[in-house]
Structure formats: C-alpha cells, structure tokens
C-alpha cells in the first residue's frame, strides 16, 4: 500500500492530525498535495501552534482525539477558575 493510500484512507476514516501522519510517513504534506492534485477536497485548520487537522471535505470534520482532549482541559480549567471564589470562601 502506497503512502498516498494509507493516508487516504485514515482521512476517510475522520479528521486526523500531523502528529498521527507522521506515522504514516514525514512528508505527509507533499501526499495531500498529490491527492489534491488527484482530486480529493482535503481541508486542514491549526488546532494550536504546531498542530493541524486534516480532513476529506464531506462535511463538517469530526473532532479528533487531540482537540477533544485539549477543549477537556480547557473547560476543566474554566470550571476550576471558577470554582476558585467559592473555596476561599469570597
């Protein structure tokens, strides 16, 4: 299987990150820009400095496992910045 092969299909099996893809080999840009180029409507967004999702274009992505955990921990810290007032008794 092709690297271009194994690439597509974990794109078709929902949004994946470069950090996975990088797995799958480390110049993973110049594949989606073949698929691209073969026609496939991959999309991508930085999810935070470093990191981007990727994703075939036949809806709205699906929330990889890197941004669930990362939105996890940011409403834990919300949650605990606002429960703070309530420990010190204010």
């Not at 799958?24 to 967004?45: E, M, N, P």
């Not at 400095?49 to 941004?67: D, R």
Request: charged content about 35%; overall charge positive.
């Amino acid at each position: 299987m092709t690297q271009k092969e194994k690439i597509l299909n974990r794109l078709k099996q929902g949004t994946v990150t470069n950090i996975e893809l990088n797995d799958t080999c480390f110049r993973y840009g110049a594949r989606i820009h073949d698929l691209k180029q073969s026609g496939h409507d991959i999309r991508s967004r930085r999810v935070k400095q470093g990191v981007w999702e990727f994703w075939l274009a036949n809806g709205e992505p699906k929330a990889s496992k890197l941004m669930k955990m990362h939105n996890e921990r940011v409403a834990k810290e919300k949650e605990e910045k606002e429960d703070l007032p309530l420990q010190l008794g204010l």
